[in-house]
């Protein structure tokens, strides 16, 4: 047994009758990560299916438009899917593919994770289903055409509040009795231990690239490393090219909403204290009575209460930094971004994006920023023509 | 001997498994689930396991599901439920009390605080259904410190190595749950379950209690011929969620509990 814990935060608060499950999952991976006919079909896939590896883009319109730092993009957008998700999901899916599952379940909010898994359902012959909260299902249904087409079953949960976390929790409990021909893809890096180490890994070539490309196009390490932050797996990716530098900053931004203040946001390091929600002892959004509180951001795929628990820990000690963007100023980032660079990014990343926007100034054009381009923007689009209306911009 | 111990060897003497009644405090209010324990108890409920709601229960089912999001919004709070639970193990001092939760209920409370508190109202143990043996130690600490049984569940998928593991560092009573899934009602492959039992009694020094879904009198009188102890939770909530008054359905739950009672008696 590996360590479970960072610090005090991780672990596995699962019901007793999902120990084995987590078990069987973590002998399964610790001998596939040694297997190096795995890593093959890993890295194919990533190279042939998904498109890897994604190029790191200089933004110089923009950068120059700042007067500050030099912002470049590593752009998971290009991604098959759109997105970062599919790095995950490909290696979960070879993974349940090799301890004989035969049918892959998610939990999904804003859609992207559970079109992923619907993609690698579909490219390795397995069955799928995907629970979505029955509010996210009414206000995302492009994505559920696009999970039904690829010939998943969306579950809708109308349970709690009808999102993410009650989608989450469904999947649990589908996973509780079905383990024996069932996996379980999660799609962040929070869940019981070894899901945070295991999406962390899978993400982790987000970050070993972008060293290399960095080191290839400017010579140097980049002086910060800026990504958004929910249940935080794109982050996590990123970051874990970076972890043995200090010299590197690293920023996750997380999800103001209306501020923090309003109390109507997502952020749950820098708004919320700790506790343990869906397997993990982490930073959660809840009551003083300790129950789990609803989240708002304009950006579906940040609104989730928790945080993945590798996080919580890089924050108390300082090895991360974690700010928050609200609604407007991701918005006018992605505005920024598609009218300097021709990028329409997700709304998530134009969190990311829009710190690296507010700071740019008090820096030099010879300081770089590295942000996360997590993913594209055209799914975001009726979201945000809804949002100015509200503004009346 | 402790309150358990007594209450499982009374139990024995009588020839008949103990009867654990689970109530989703708070529901539909804090004064009707007051209620709804009272006469739990008074048809014979030997020990009550208090559920204190959480906005998120994955390892619970529909019916105990909505009863808590049903308490959770008519404003139970564990602060509240405390003190409810503090007049209860007044009145019936001979009686059980577990307080059942998830862990961020607990957590959010204190562990140590809570662990003071319960044997101070009365209480003799706490469950917490997210807390296996691998992350006990936090709460387990608090609880022998403070005399409190920390209730540790087994269930079909625990391989028995495990099962020994639990069973050897369980205190109170070792909760087996009856199938892989959530908590409810359902139809139960009686045979397979009494074998497990046996196999699980085999190999404890601890009374074993069964429970998830037991619905009727006949569920509960088979698995009493083997179990120490039997656990009914949604299926006395579903009668408690019924149409037609609450004291009509009070009414209800107490000849269904009754019935249970006379049902855990052991064939000679």
């Known amino acids: ?393 | 001997m402790n309150k358990l111990q007594k209450i499982f060897t009374r139990c024995c003497q009588e020839n008949r498994a103990a009867l654990i009644i689970f109530c989703s405090c708070g529901y539909p209010d804090m004064e009707s689930s007051e209620q709804a324990i009272e006469t739990a108890i008074n048809a014979g409920a030997d020990i009550i396991e208090l559920g204190v709601p959480f906005s998120d229960p994955m390892a619970d089912g529909s019916i105990i599901r909505k009863a808590s999001e049903v308490a959770i919004r008519n404003g139970a709070t564990l602060p509240k439920i405390l003190d409810m639970a503090e007049r209860l193990s007044k009145r019936h001092p001979e009686t059980g009390f577990i307080l059942f939760s998830y862990m961020n209920i607990l957590y959010n409370y204190g562990l140590e605080k809570i662990c003071r508190k319960l044997p101070e109202i009365g209480l003799d143990g706490i469950l917490a259904v997210d807390l296996p043996l691998e992350e006990k130690e936090e709460l387990a600490k608090p609880c022998q410190e403070n005399g409190l049984h920390l209730i540790a569940l087994v269930s079909p998928a625990t391989p028995l190595e495990r099962a020994r593991k639990i069973m050897s560092e369980a205190s109170g009573f070792v909760y087996s749950i009856n199938v892989c899934g959530v908590t409810g009602v359902r139809d139960l492959q009686q045979q397979e379950i009494v074998e497990h039992l046996a196999v699980l009694k085999a190999h404890s020094t601890v009374p074993i209690a069964a429970g998830f879904g037991i619905n009727d009198a006949q569920a509960a009188q088979r698995l009493s011929q083997i179990a120490d102890g039997v656990i009914v939770g949604s299926a006395f909530i579903k009668i408690l969620s019924g149409k037609g008054e609450f004291s009509q359905r009070l009414e209800a739950a107490r000849e269904f509990i009754a019935d249970l009672a006379k049902n855990v008696r052991r064939q000679p």
């Open chain 1, 1 to 393: 047994m590996m360590n479970t814990h960072y610090g005090i935060y991780g672990g596995q608060y699962v019901a007793e009758t999902l120990m084995p499950a987590l078990t069987e999952l973590e002998q399964a991976y610790l001998e596939a990560k040694r297997d190096p006919e795995f890593h093959k079909e890993y890295q194919t896939l990533l190279k042939n299916y998904v498109g890897r590896e994604s190029p790191l883009y200089f933004a110089k319109r923009l950068s120059q438009s700042l007067g500050g730092a030099s912002i470049y993009l590593k752009r998971e957008d290009l991604n098959h899917t759109g997105a970062h998700k599919i790095n995950n999901t490909i290696g979960q899916a070879l993974l349940a593919k090799h301890m004989g599952k035969t049918r892959l379940i998610a939990e999904t909010g804003a859609g992207m994770h559970g079109v992923a898994t619907a993609t690698v359902a579909a490219l390795l012959g397995m069955e799928c289903e995907v629970f979505m909260g029955s509010l996210d299902v009414q206000r995302q249904a492009v994505n559920v055409e696009r999970m039904q087409t690829l010939g998943a079953k969306v579950n809708p949960v109308s349970e709690g509040s009808a999102t993410l976390k009650d989608a989450m929790n469904e999947a649990l409990r589908d996973w509780t009795a079905r383990f024996k021909d069932t996996f379980y893809l999660i799609g962040t890096v929070a869940g019981p231990y070894p899901y945070p180490m295991l999406v962390r890994d899978f993400q982790s070539v987000i970050g070993e690239e972008a060293r290399q490309q960095c080191l290839d196009q400017t010579g140097r390490l980049p002086d910060q490393v800026i990504a958004c932050v929910g249940g935080g797996s794109n982050a996590m990716g990123i970051f874990a090219g970076f972890c043995d530098y200090p010299e590197v900053r690293l920023v996750g931004v997380e999800a103001g909403g209306k501020g923090l203040d309003s109390g109507e946001h997502a952020a749950s390091i820098c708004g919320g204290k700790v506790g343990i929600l869906h397997g993990c002892k982490t930073y959660l959004l809840q009551n003083a009575d300790g129950q789990i509180t609803d989240t708002y951001s304009v950006s579906a795929g940040l609104d989730y209460p928790g945080v993945g628990p590798e996080h919580s820990f890089m924050a108390d000690s300082g090895e991360a930094h974690y700010v928050t963007v609200n609604d407007d100023d991701a918005i006018a980032a992605f505005d920024l971004l598609a009218r300097y660079e021709g990028i329409i990014p997700a709304l998530e990343s134009a969190h990311a994006l829009a710190y690296a926007i507010r700071i740019a100034a008090d820096f030099p054009a010879t300081t770089t920023f590295l942000v996360n381009l997590s993913g594209r923007g055209d799914k975001d689009m009726d979201t945000v023509r809804k949002f100015k209306q509200e503004q009346g911009a």
